[in-house]
C-alpha cells in the first residue's frame, strides 16, 4: 500500500510565495516522474510541473520563472516553491508520483489535494 500525503497549501496574498510537500511512504520499491497537478473550479486538471527520477524538469507555460519543482529521493518527497503568485494560481493541488511497489508494476498514485488560495 502506497500513501502521498500533501501539505503546505493555504491563503496567501497576490505576489506572495507558498511552498507545497509530498511525501510517498509504503511499500516502494521505487519512483519515477513525480509531479504536481492543479484544478480550479470548473476546469479541468492540469500539470503544473513534473520532475524524473534523474532531475528533469518540465513546467506549463503559465508558472515558468515563478514555480520550481524539486525532489528529495532519499525521502520519497517532492516539493513545489510558488513564487509570485497570481491570483489564476488559485486551486486544488494534488501530487502525483509514479511509483514501482515490491508487489511489481509500475502505477500512478495521487495525494488527496491541498487548497492554495491567492487573493487579497
Known amino acids: 500500500q502506497v500513501q502521498l500525503v500533501e501539505s503546505g497549501g493555504g491563503l496567501v496574498q497576490p505576489g506572495g510565495s507558498l511552498i507545497l510537500s509530498c511525501a510517498a511512504s509504503g511499500s516502494i520499491f521505487s519512483i519515477n516522474a513525480m509531479g504536481w497537478y492543479r484544478q480550479a473550479p470548473g476546469k479541468q486538471r492540469e500539470l503544473v510541473a513534473a520532475?524524473?527520477?534523474?532531475?528533469?524538469?518540465n513546467y506549463v507555460d503559465s508558472v515558468k520563472g515563478r514555480f520550481t519543482i524539486s525532489r528529495d529521493n532519499a525521502k520519497n518527497t517532492v516539493f513545489l516553491q510558488m513564487n509570485s503568485l497570481k491570483v489564476e494560481d488559485t486551486a486544488v493541488y494534488y501530487c502525483n508520483a509514479e511509483i514501482r511497489t515490491y508487489r511489481g508494476g509500475i502505477y500512478d498514485y495521487w495525494g488527496q489535494g491541498t487548497q492554495v488560495t491567492v487573493s487579497s
Open positions: 520532475i524524473t527520477s534523474g532531475g528533469s524538469t
